[in-house]
Structures are given as structure tokens and as C-alpha cells.
């Protein structure tokens, strides 16, 4: 390829890329750098008290941490045990009990067909505590990225803790929040 045909196909790929993006930002998802998320209008505030909205905005960024830094463990777990163990990762690497959890889940989705799905895989049905079990379970496959298991089970604890707070729709102080961030920051430098 000449240089012109190049340096078209870059422009052509980067006018690809800004229309995705846009896209995305449309319905939503914010992934320019510096732009904010914008909330998704699902009820009208009039509805319910100022405090009650301000708290559900407050803690709604927390939220996000939260979905994010659990879904990016379970992500992890799937793609290291998937390739360390291959295709029968699930059966070898996840211990009894937390398969008949997720076995017990799925039964109950399966009679209440009516319903959205949990999850398309059988790792998004695990509980937050059942991530470092299987980390500490599978140490080995994991023991590369972390210091220690002290180091994973201590933040798993102390995020669980404030994690279910926030899915029982409390709140928390600004301090606790703090820790969270903290936490999530370590994970991703960890993990990096």
C-alpha cells in the first residue's frame, strides 16, 4: 500500500471510530475522555422526596464502582481459568459448593422463564464473596498478579461490606466511599 492509500484508510478508520462513539454516547455510555455520564431518565424525581433523590445520586456513582470492579473480577476469573485450564474451566477450577449455588440460581431462573436472565455465563451468577473464594481456591492460576491471598481477602471483605450496604439501598459516609475508590484503584494497579 502506498502512503495516500494509507493515510486514507487511517482518516476513513477514524471517521469509523467518532461514529461509534457517538453512538455510544447516545444511548448513554459515556467514553470520551472528560465527558460525564449522562443518567438515563427512568422516573420522574417529582415522585419522590429531594432527600431521597439527592442520597440515590449520591450513592449512584458508588454504584458504578461497584458494578464495574465486579464485573471486571469475574472477567478476569473467566479469561485466566479459561486459559489456563481450558474449556472445562468451570467443572476443574470452581469448588463444589459455589457450582450448586449457581446450579440452585439457574433453576429458580429456569421457572421463571418470564424473567431477563442473570447472566449468559455460569460465573455471573456467583456472589461477590464467592470471587475471592475462587481466586484463593485457584491461587496458582492467580499468584502472579497479587501479593498475597491476605492481600485479596482483606479487600474482598472490607468491599463486601460497603457493597452490601449500597445494593440495600443505604448509604454510606464520604470516608467509606473513599475506601472504595481506594480499594478499586489498587485493584486496577494490581491487575493492571
Known amino acids: 500500500m502506498n502512503n495516500l492509500a494509507l493515510l486514507k484508510k487511517f482518516v476513513f478508520n477514524g471517521f469509523l471510530l467518532d461514529d461509534s462513539l457517538t453512538k455510544l454516547e447516545e444511548d448513554g455510555i459515556s467514553v470520551r475522555r472528560g465527558d460525564k455520564i449522562q443518567p438515563i431518565a427512568r422516573i420522574n424525581e417529582a415522585e419522590f422526596s429531594p432527600v ?8 449512584s456513582s458508588v454504584y458504578i464502582v461497584f458494578f464495574c470492579l465486579e464485573n471486571a473480577v469475574r472477567e478476569l476469573i473467566q479469561d485466566r481459568l479459561s486459559e489456563r485450564r481450558g474449556i472445562s474451566w468451570w467443572v476443574d477450577a470452581i469448588p463444589t459448593k459455589i457450582q450448586d449455588h449457581v446450579k440452585g440460581l439457574k433453576e429458580k431462573e429456569e421457572i421463571n422463564r418470564y424473567h431477563a436472565q442473570r447472566s449468559s455465563s455460569l460465573i455471573g451468577y456467583t456472589t461477590f464473596g464467592n470471587l475471592s473464594q475462587i ?6 492460576d492467580f499468584s502472579d498478579l497479587f501479593p498475597d491471598q491476605h492481600w485479596i481477602n482483606s479487600r474482598f471483605k472490607d468491599l463486601e461490606m460497603s457493597r452490601n450496604i449500597i445494593m440495600h439501598t443505604g448509604l ?3 470516608i467509606e466511599i ?15
Open 178 to 192: 473513599e475506601r472504595i475508590e481506594s480499594i478499586a484503584r489498587d485493584w486496577i494497579r494490581q491487575v493492571g
Open 135 to 140: 481466586i484463593t481456591n485457584n491461587w496458582n
Open 172 to 174: 454510606l459516609p464520604e
Open 52 to 59: 431521597i433523590i439527592h442520597n440515590a445520586s449520591r450513592m
